[in-house]
């Protein structure tokens, strides 16, 4: 169901976030989604995060990218179907190496306590399992908006799913949204302002000046996944990207550039180098 939405205006719309945010705590250098990922992008200097959020079968939000247990814990079959009790006994941590076993799957009021602990900031990316998108977008916004009720900076909720981005609307209008596009498709500015978001968040390959120049034209935000090439990174701040999602967070520095553009104070130079 298509609900009619306020346009943002970009005054309605402030962005107080870094350029550089890391992929899953910190790309695949950790175990991803875990407080061991956060703990090592925060020590490369990463002030945002982006990460998977879901909801257990009895509604709790915890991160976890694949809708099935396999690939990054030692549990199998849907997540959707384990209680937060089940879900809190596996090990996400061990598939990724010995230095990790045991590391847990991390639930999203304990990211919330860590994050604010240390001021740091995050792009909660709504990752539904299939057919649970409208309540996994209606309670992850409700468990932000009461977990970060203090805060002056809220996450980002982002999704693929209009209808998760909907709910999550509906729930808490006043959290910042971003839609994700993994190809372009030109009428995604338009969705994305219907959904009342500050950000189109992109492929990076589908990424380029004409198409960025289109978004900021919108009065939103261009962010760019997942760019893990220093060429790659200079040519997108140089065309105006907004934010940067990467793996690599041992190949970019943004601790110098906490909260600026690179493009703007930095020469390509020295981004490339
Ligand atoms: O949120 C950006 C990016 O994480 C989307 O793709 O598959 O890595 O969650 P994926
Ligand atoms: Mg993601």
Not at 35 to 62: I, N, Q, T, W, Y
Not at 65 to 85: E, I, K, M, V, Y
Not at 125 to 151: F, H, M, Y
Not at 243 to 265: H, K, M, S, Y
Request: charged share 20%; proline share 7%; glycine share 8%.
């Amino acid at each position: 169901m298509l609900m009619p939405m306020t346009p943002l205006s970009p005054h309605a719309s402030p962005w107080p976030y870094p350029c550089w945010i890391a992929h899953r705590g910190a790309g695949t250098l950790a175990p991803e989604n875990t407080l061991a990922a956060f703990r090592l992008g925060a020590d490369h200097g990463f002030a945002m995060f982006e990460c998977d959020v879901k909801l257990s079968a009895d509604g709790e939000p915890f991160l976890l990218h694949d809708a099935d247990l396999a690939r990054t814990t030692n549990g199998q079959g849907p997540a959707g179907a384990l209680s937060w009790d089940a879900l809190s006994r596996l090990d996400a941590g061990s598939w990724h190496g010995r230095a990790y076993a045991g590391e847990p799957l991390l639930r999203l009021e304990a990211l919330a306590r860590w994050l604010q602990a240390l001021g740091l900031m995050v792009n909660l990316e709504i990752k539904p399992c299939p057919g649970d998108e409208v309540r996994t977008g209606r309670i992850v916004a409700e468990r932000v908006a009461s977990l970060w009720a203090a805060s002056d900076v809220k996450p980002v909720l982002s999704s693929f799913s209009v209808a998760a981005l909907e709910a999550a609307a509906a729930a808490e209008p006043s959290l910042p949204r971003g839609l994700l596009i993994d190809r372009w498709q030109p009428e995604a500015i338009e969705e994305a302002l219907r959904l009342g978001c500050g950000a189109l968040v992109v492929h990076q390959a589908f990424l380029n000046d004409r198409r960025i120049e289109a978004i900021h034209a919108a009065g939103i935000k261009a962010v760019a996944y997942t760019v893990n090439d220093a060429e790659r990174a200079g040519t997108l701040w140089l065309a105006g990207l907004d934010g940067l999602i990467t793996d690599r967070v041992d190949l970019f520095e943004p601790q110098a550039r906490l909260g600026t553009c690179p493009g703007l104070n930095l020469s390509l130079d020295t981004l490339l180098a």
